[in-house]
């Protein structure tokens, strides 16, 4: 995929879901989608599936998480999980999708785009069941022109930076060749903020300049790097840092209109969840590895990830979400915690991938 260090959070569309903070505003929010999703909590189902679709990727991004040796836990490293082509892969994604039954799926690896043969057929059957599907790539081989006819597919580019340090940190996926790649598309760029991006003065916001200007460029996402417990990296922010990041999209975001990053979400940034049983995305996500049966827990990061110092844009997004109150008296966060239990004690359980 290109999950960047930590940016699953562009694994799950805020907006197509309903949960971007545009949706929030008086009643604009789309309730139904919520209600969707409340509804498949409540049947002992995650509403949304993530697969990481191939083990292989051309890159070695520094700080991945999808090649940390605890990523999967037990079953080993990703690089050594048996994974599915052919016809075997595009019949077990549809398998999963015909027993999940999600509202949304997320298609990343690896990099999924080593497996477009089988995405060919493979989108245009989900499009067909009317799912929802983010699809994250690094755009270092070309997207499939055809793609451009499905309504239903959500495409995001990951950018590590401008491009002296990206082409440094994801080269063969360079400016050049995302650049050649995107062009005709229309989709969201997605940027990861590790500590190195906050050094020099200005940088984000030379970086949304760049991506702002880009026809093909619809939304411009922000995470913050999610660092692993016991980790000591370059990427990782200190507090100051994440006080600093934030203040610098809430200016940003004032000013360049393509940056999608809700108020809420980014205050959500410096109160992630305490842990993933606080987590509406790690408990409403079911997040399945490359040979269609492993899990990811406890959410896409998979290993053992700093809850405190979750950086993902889409868990903030739902943390904002889950304080908002429906009708001015129910949190939303109450009511998925509550579907789930009433569906635990039904006895459905869905959730387990294999
Ligand atoms: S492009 Fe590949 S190496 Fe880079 S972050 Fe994504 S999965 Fe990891
Ligand atoms: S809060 Fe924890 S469980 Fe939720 S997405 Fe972040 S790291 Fe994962």
Same mark, same amino acid.
């Given at each position: 995929?290109?999950?960047?260090?930590?940016? %699953?959070?562009?694994?799950?569309?805020?907006?197509?879901?309903?949960?971007?903070?545009?949706?929030?505003?008086?009643?604009?929010? !789309?309730?139904?989608?919520? /209600?969707?999703?409340?509804?498949?909590?409540?049947?002992?189902?995650? $509403?949304?599936?993530?697969?990481?679709?191939?083990?292989?990727?051309?890159?070695?991004?520094?700080?991945?998480?999808?090649?940390? $040796?605890?990523?999967?836990?037990?079953?080993?490293?990703?690089?050594?999980?048996?994974?599915?082509?052919?016809?075997?892969?595009?019949?077990?994604?549809?398998?999963?999708?015909?027993?999940?039954?999600?509202?949304?799926?997320?298609?990343?690896?690896?990099?999924?785009? *080593?497996?477009?043969?089988?995405?060919?057929?493979?989108?245009?059957?989900?499009?067909?069941?009317?799912?929802? *599907?983010?699809?994250?790539?690094?755009?270092?081989?070309? /997207?499939?022109? &055809?793609? =451009?006819?499905?309504?239903?597919?959500?495409? +995001?580019?990951?950018? !590590?930076?401008?491009?002296?340090?990206?082409?440094?940190?994801?080269?063969?996926?360079?400016?050049? =060749?995302?650049?050649?790649?995107?062009?005709?598309?229309?989709?969201? *760029?997605?940027?990861?903020?590790?500590?190195?991006?906050?050094?020099?003065?200005?940088?984000?916001?030379?970086?949304? +300049?760049?991506?702002?200007?880009?026809?093909?460029?619809?939304?411009?996402?922000?995470?913050?790097?999610?660092?692993?417990?016991?980790?000591?990296?370059?990427?990782?922010?200190?507090?100051?840092?994440?006080?600093?990041?934030?203040?610098?999209?809430?200016?940003?975001?004032?000013?360049?209109?393509?940056?999608?990053?809700?108020?809420? +979400?980014?205050? &959500?940034?410096?109160?992630?969840?305490?842990? $993933?049983?606080?987590?509406?995305? %790690?408990?409403?996500?079911?997040?399945? &590895?490359? !040979?269609? @049966?492993?899990? /990811?827990?406890?959410?896409?990061?998979?290993?053992? $990830?700093?809850?405190?110092?979750?950086?993902?844009?889409?868990? @903030?997004?739902?943390?904002?979400?889950?304080?908002?109150?429906? @009708?001015?008296?129910?949190?939303? &966060?109450?009511?998925?915690?509550?579907?789930?239990?009433?569906?635990?004690?039904?006895? *459905?359980?869905?959730?387990?991938? +294999?």
């Amino acid at each position: 995929m290109h999950r960047g260090m930590g940016d %699953a959070a562009c694994e799950f569309n805020p907006e197509v879901d309903g949960f971007g903070d545009q949706k929030m505003k008086g009643r604009s929010w !789309d309730l139904s989608v919520l /209600i969707r999703a409340g509804r498949a909590v409540l049947l002992g189902r995650q $509403p949304v599936l993530s697969i990481e679709i191939t083990r292989e990727c051309p890159l070695r991004c520094p700080g991945c998480y999808a090649f940390e $040796p605890g990523h999967l836990g037990k079953a080993g490293p990703l690089r050594q999980l048996s994974d599915l082509q052919g016809e075997a892969l595009v019949s077990g994604v549809l398998e999963l999708v015909n027993r999940f039954r999600p509202v949304h799926v997320s298609i990343v690896g690896g990099e999924p785009l *080593v497996r477009y043969r089988e995405l060919n057929i493979l989108l245009p059957q989900l499009s067909g069941l009317g799912v929802e *599907v983010q699809f994250v790539t690094s755009a270092v081989l070309p /997207i499939p022109t &055809s793609w =451009r006819e499905l309504p239903n597919l959500h495409l +995001a580019v990951s950018v !590590d930076g401008l491009q002296p340090e990206h082409d440094r940190r994801r080269a063969p996926a360079t400016y050049e =060749r995302i650049l050649k790649h995107i062009a005709g598309h229309r989709l969201n *760029v997605h940027c990861t903020i590790t500590r190195q991006l906050l050094k020099p003065p200005g940088y984000l916001e030379e970086f949304a +300049a760049f991506w702002s200007e880009r026809e093909e460029i619809r939304k411009i996402w922000f995470s913050l790097y999610t660092p692993q417990e016991g980790e000591r990296s370059e990427e990782r922010l200190t507090p100051q840092d994440r006080v600093k990041a934030v203040e610098e999209l809430s200016r940003l975001r004032a000013r360049f209109k393509k940056i999608d990053l809700p108020q809420g +979400a980014l205050e &959500s940034y410096l109160r992630p969840p305490a842990s $993933p049983e606080e987590c509406i995305f %790690a408990q409403t996500t079911l997040c399945v &590895s490359a !040979d269609l @049966a492993t899990r /990811i827990t406890p959410c896409q990061f998979g290993g053992n $990830p700093v809850c405190t110092e979750c950086g993902c844009m889409v868990s @903030a997004g739902l943390v904002a979400i889950g304080r908002h109150k429906v @009708a001015g008296l129910i949190r939303v &966060s109450d009511i998925y915690s509550f579907s789930r239990r009433l569906g635990e004690q039904l006895g *459905v359980d869905g959730r387990t991938a +294999a």
